[in-house]
């Protein structure tokens, strides 16, 4: 007896399961860089582990599958010590994006970051090919034929070892070692911001990833200015309810305000973190939360609003406005409005701040 279309084996299931079938990301990523000469990735301002392995991880699996010549970029300097071990020991060669000359038929990938975000310094005006990211900060992304932002991910680094895994290019070591530890710094977190993808990525990577190498990036060396940072942050930390805010007046790296943040937000009386750091002519913002479903990303935005440019995930954001002036009133100027703004934004009465070390304290201390 002939089967009926809808049954098993019939036409009809046949055509709707040749209709269903999908094409992978990774498959449609290296179409659009098929005629391309060259193919050169870019990512955000003072790229972090996790932009600096996919970066590395998509450099190889363009060279592996389509043998086109690469380029790895940097955008702003490295100043985080675990970041420049990390260059160091995986030998990645990186190439100022200011100083590059760019082809008309070379593809330019951006990763962990999109278009017109204010994240950038030398890219804004370039036309990019494809966006690999997963960030909430909403990019422009009008024109870019592949598109690929999964907000529900926890690292960019884990969509990119599903794209090797997807093209059976088995990474070296240096390659799965940059990726672990990409999405290792991403999630690393509490509450933990991943998904489904980036647990299935660290299984992919772990046994492939160099763990020498790995426990050195981790523990990498540290200048001394990290720990004159990190007083002067201490010294200077005021807590308001369940908000604590710490004021750096000369950050002597661009990174170290995430690091302060991430340090403070383990206050156990707090459920927000923020430094606030001046960095050149600018100050640069990091704010962590250790409730669910904080929306920090969104919440900083609207806390700067038009003073600059903000964005990041639920629990981790960051932003920077650029100063007036450099000048003590009118950076406390600024503090003194940033301030408000973010005890408006968490619903906290206006007081006066609490120091997390007592001033008198402080004093005994230098007195001895």
Not at 229 to 249: G, K
Request: with cysteine; glycine share 6%; charged share 30%.
């Amino acid at each position: 007896m002939a089967r009926s279309a809808d049954e098993p084996g019939g036409s009809r299931s046949s055509a709707t399961r040749t209709r269903r079938k999908v094409r992978k990301h990774s498959d449609r990523f290296l179409d659009e860089l098929q005629d391309a000469s060259r193919v050169t990735f870019v990512s955000h301002i003072h790229p972090d582990p996790d932009a600096l392995g996919s970066m590395m991880g998509l450099a190889y699996l363009v060279e592996s599958c389509l043998c086109k010549p690469t380029r790895i970029t940097r955008d702003g300097p490295i100043g985080r010590a675990e970041n420049r071990t990390m260059i160091e020991l995986l030998g990645l060669e990186l190439e100022p994006v200011e100083s590059l000359t760019w082809d008309p038929d070379e593809a330019i990938v951006m990763v962990d970051s999109q278009p017109k975000t204010g994240r950038h310094s030398g890219t804004d005006d370039l036309p990019i090919t494809a966006v690999i990211d997963h960030h909430e900060t909403p990019g422009q992304l009008k024109g870019v034929k592949f598109v690929d932002v999964r907000r529900n991910a926890g690292a960019t680094c884990s969509l990119v070892a599903k794209y090797l895994k997807e093209q059976k290019a088995n990474p070296p070591k240096e390659v799965a070692t940059a990726l672990l530890y990409g999405v290792e710094t991403e999630t690393a977190g509490y509450p933990r911001e991943a998904s489904a993808v980036d647990d299935e990525a660290m299984m992919y990577l772990y046994p492939r990833a160099d763990k020498n190498a790995l426990a050195q990036i981790r523990n990498a060396r540290l200048p001394i200015c990290h720990f004159e940072t990190l007083l002067f942050a201490l010294q200077n930390t005021f807590i308001y309810d369940r908000l604590i805010i710490s004021w750096v007046n000369d950050l002597n790296q661009p990174d170290l305000a995430a690091e302060v943040c991430d340090f403070l937000i383990r206050f156990e009386d707090v459920d927000w973190a923020v430094c606030a750091g001046v960095h050149g002519d600018k100050l640069l913002l990091s704010v962590r939360s250790s409730l669910k479903k904080a929306a920090a990303g969104d919440l900083l935005r609207n806390v700067v609003g038009r003073l600059g440019r903000a964005g990041g995930h639920d629990r981790r954001a960051g932003g920077c406005l650029k100063l007036p002036s450099t000048s003590a009133n009118a950076i406390e100027e600024i503090q003194s409005e940033l301030r408000k703004r973010l005890l408006k934004a968490l619903k906290i009465d206006e007081c006066r701040g609490q120091r997390l070390v007592p001033l008198r304290e402080l004093l005994l201390n230098l007195n001895k």
